[in-house]
């Protein structure tokens, strides 16, 4: 059985950073998700801090240089993804949404993707819901329902089932996503199909029965 491709990109600049490590939690339970089904998952991970001065380049050039060129491909050859972003300003990160600039229109189209964002305090957190689901409608993805914002002090909670804290909302998010997929083929499975066209002539005569 073909294995799901699963691109999980990251907008974090530090090393090590929240947003990786949020990215890292979210991939791994939509991974342990899929396996309960018995469906495999091919994860690759997208740092955007190592393609900044790429994704520079390209809008003063207009050339993606072969490190981003790959990334993008990853990207929208992805069978579902996700992506985390720091908050800046009340709004997704400059780099975050220079790298999704690039990326064609309609290369998202009807494609599942995870929206979450990581930041102080969390003031920050309805930027998931008025910045970053907005810029994936636009791009025609599939949003989930459920995104996941991390602040600081978020990771030093386990929560419950009544305050739902950070593994409890990363774990509903990762249902979603492996719920949607484990409902659809892999894209690769899926062009393997050769397309079954019936001539004219036969759809007329069936339509005579």
Do not use: C
């Amino acid at each position: 059985m073909t294995a799901f491709k699963l691109a999980v990109v990251s907008a974090g600049l530090s090393k090590p950073s929240s947003t990786r490590l949020l990215a890292d939690r979210l991939a791994e339970s939509t991974v342990r998700r899929l396996a309960l089904e018995g469906r495999e998952v091919e994860v690759t991970v997208v740092e955007l801090r190592d393609l900044a001065v790429d994704i520079a380049n390209n809008f003063v050039t207009g050339f993606p240089a072969a490190a981003l060129r790959g990334a993008i491909g990853t990207v929208t050859g992805a069978d579902a993804v996700i992506a985390v972003t720091p908050i800046f300003t009340a709004s997704y990160s400059g780099l975050f949404k220079s790298f999704f600039d690039l990326v064609d229109h309609d290369a998202l189209t009807g494609k599942p993707v995870l929206i979450a964002a990581t930041g102080g305090t969390p003031r920050h957190s309805l930027a998931l819901e008025y910045a970053v689901r907005p810029l994936f409608s636009y791009l025609r993805a599939v949003v989930l329902p459920t995104a996941v914002y991390a602040a600081t002090d978020d990771w030093g909670t386990a929560g419950d089932a009544l305050t739902d804290g950070l593994p409890g909302r990363i774990d509903r998010a990762a249902g979603e996503l492996a719920a949607l997929l484990a409902g659809r083929a892999p894209a690769a499975e899926a062009a393997a199909v050769p397309e079954q066209v019936v001539p004219f002539a036969e759809q007329l005569a069936a339509l005579r029965v």
